[in-house]
């Protein structure tokens, strides 16, 4: 009963109550960004700590349940050591890939589908670029561990729902989590979500999920040109 108590004001908080505070806290930023010199930064850093905060809370509620465990949360290692290294030599080709054509965009002054979504939270000094490299660290790991790990599980051990339903609906929660994003953001970060979900699923663990996660979101926020942050328009998918 404690879990489940749990579990159910963790999802409320998550597909209600975080998507409302991210657009609040986002709609404030555009409006303060070019006022407030901290408000970035103070921004990262309240991200950074609810998101910490959720994972613990996954990680408790995986505790207190009988009817999970860390294995089926994904808390192991790929069963197949070969095809995962396979996969992630060519996530980090991919990578490089798609940072390179970045640059290439921006400097041609063309810009990159999606970022406009989420423009204001471009760092433009070393102190928001430390924030932004925290909270995208933190971003990989703590969704990763909440919205893929924990909540597939509670759909299936929990809930009993089909594999693909429980996906769908973890799937659905964490898009929402993008709310400040716009519809627009939104679907690219259905799209990012889809991806991480899959590799999930084919490997059983988190460890490439969370490896790929971050490195969107470090592209996504610190992979561009200096002199063309206010110009770009890519991909995040960092909470909100």
């Not at 901290?38 to 959720?54: G, H, K, Y």
């Not at 408790?60 to 808390?75: K, T, W």
């Not at 798609?98 to 000094?125: C, K, S, Y």
């Not at 102190?127 to 561990?145: D, K, P």
């Amino acid at each position: 009963m404690p879990s489940l108590v749990l579990a159910a004001a963790l999802v409320v908080h998550l597909a209600l109550v975080s998507p409302w505070l991210g657009r609040r806290s986002y709609a404030r930023l555009e409006r303060e960004r070019d006022r407030d010199g901290r408000i970035l930064v103070r921004m990262f850093t309240a991200w950074t700590a609810e998101l910490w905060a959720l994972a613990a809370v996954a990680l408790l509620i995986v505790g207190l349940s009988p009817e999970l465990d860390l294995a089926g949360a994904g808390f192991v290692l790929p069963a197949d050591p070969e095809t995962t290294a396979g996969m992630l030599i060519g996530l980090t080709v991919a990578s490089a890939v798609v940072v390179l054509v970045t640059v290439r965009m921006t400097r041609a002054g063309r810009p990159v589908p999606g970022q406009a979504a989420f423009r204001a939270m471009l760092p433009r000094t070393p102190a928001e670029r430390r924030g932004a490299l925290a909270l995208s660290v933190s971003a990989g790991i703590c969704e990763e561990i909440v919205y893929r790990g924990l909540l597939i599980a509670l759909g299936t051990r929990v809930l009993g729902l089909p594999l693909p339903v429980a996906a769908g609906l973890a799937l659905a929660v964490f898009v929402a989590g993008h709310l400040y994003q716009g519809w627009r953001g939104m679907a690219m970060v259905a799209v990012a979500g889809l991806g991480l979900t899959l590799l999930y699923l084919r490997t059983g663990s988190l460890l490439l999920p969370v490896v790929m996660h971050a490195v969107v979101d470090i592209r996504s926020l610190l992979l561009t040109p200096a002199g063309k942050r206010d110009t770009l328009d890519g991909i995040a998918t960092v909470r909100g």
